[in-house]
């Protein structure tokens, strides 16, 4: 049975905090209030928390969570890359409801810097090598009180700190992890307020898109960005029109595009949505059939949507077909089809208005 422990949101007893740091040292799950919802803390040095707060959650365990900050600095000494966006944003937005999303020299990492007195004075005692998430099972909604928190959780905390209700309106999420800011999720922030955050020249967005985004956009999305490097015009992301949420890349797919040097291995998938065509600058699909869709979905871009092959000088405009279910082979292919077909169309962004 857990232990419920009322907590004052803005002077907590120290205590309090030295117990909850001791429980996560030893690999127990501790549930935290933030400004937004509740969250369960565990400390992925201890053996075992790892799992158990996956466990905890339902989640899938190639999903990470992201690590509890006190500041950028902090975040910085843990090894992740902190560049002048992330900078911007922290000193904008930190301590607050942003969720920032770092390269690191392992992968991609999400840290979180609460304003709220319970979850700083945590990461003051552990650092970030505390991984904090939402008190739900994934795809449930959040928890916005301590009792909301240990009923939403499979595994019952060690530890709940109770500092009342919270929002209930969780972070709004920024990946810089190519160096560049993809807004993954608007909450409590406004989107224009990051954007505004953000100073100096934005770059122009590429869209890939196709049925699952396991294979053929994500390849594409790879394949694009080696060939054009970190600092260039465009920035490339990837959806599928009918796309399962976080699923990982194919491994045929990982291991042909692994033969040319390039790593997707922590790529996971997303839905196609409205916002998404209409942040883009650009939406290049793999089907002519896909490229009616995305029209349907958002009529008003349908000059900005193109088949992947329709850029050759002398037309093309063929399909590149799913090789889901295929051997190696077939997902070697379609590789060097989309690589192909890139060439024509980097010609053609040399060009684009």
Excluded at 25 to 36: M, Y
Excluded at 182 to 206: K, M, N, Q, S, Y
Excluded at 298 to 310: F, G, N, Q, Y
Excluded at 321 to 337: L, S, T
Aim: charged share 25%.
């Amino acid at each position: 049975m857990s232990e419920h422990a009322v907590i004052d949101p803005v002077n907590p007893d120290p205590a309090l905090l030295d117990r909850a740091a001791r429980l996560l040292h030893d690999g127990e799950l501790v549930v935290l209030p933030t400004e937004t919802v509740y969250g369960v803390a565990a400390d992925v040095r201890a053996p075992g928390a790892r799992s158990r707060l996956f466990a905890a959650k339902g989640r899938p365990a190639g999903k990470p969570f992201a690590r509890l900050a006190v500041d950028i600095d902090q975040v910085e000494k843990d090894g992740a890359e902190v560049g002048e966006f992330a900078r911007s944003l922290a000193d904008a937005f930190w301590p607050g409801p942003l969720t920032l999303v770092l390269p690191t020299e392992w992968a991609p990492r999400g840290y979180r810097a609460p304003d709220h007195a319970v979850p700083q004075g945590v990461g003051r005692r552990l650092g970030p090598q505390v991984a904090l998430t939402s008190a739900n099972r994934s795809g449930q909604p959040p928890a916005c009180t301590a009792d909301e928190a240990v009923a939403g959780l499979d595994i019952k905390p060690a530890l709940v700190l109770d500092a009342g209700p919270s929002s209930g309106t969780p972070s709004t999420v920024v990946s810089l992890a190519h160096g560049y800011p993809e807004l993954l999720r608007e909450g409590t922030i406004p989107f224009d307020r990051i954007e505004a955050a953000c100073t100096g020249a934005r770059r122009r967005v590429i869209l890939f898109v196709c049925t699952g985004n396991t294979c053929r956009s994500p390849m594409a999305e790879h394949l694009f960005r080696e060939r054009l490097g970190d600092r260039a015009e465009w920035s490339a992301q990837s959806a599928g029109i009918s796309a399962a949420e976080d699923m990982p890349a194919t491994q045929n797919a990982v291991h042909v595009l692994r033969e040319k040097g390039i790593d997707m291995s922590g790529h996971l998938s997303r839905r196609l949505t409205t916002a998404l065509v209409r942040d883009s600058d650009l939406i290049v699909t793999m089907t002519a059939a896909q490229r009616e869709e995305v029209c349907r979905l958002a009529p008003e871009c349908a000059s900005r949507v193109k088949l992947l092959t329709s850029f050759h000088v002398n037309g093309g405009g063929e399909d590149v077909h799913d090789p889901i279910g295929g051997d190696e082979e077939a997902y070697r292919q379609v590789r060097d089809r989309i690589d192909s077909a890139l060439s024509d169309l980097i010609l053609y962004l040399l060009d684009y208005v």
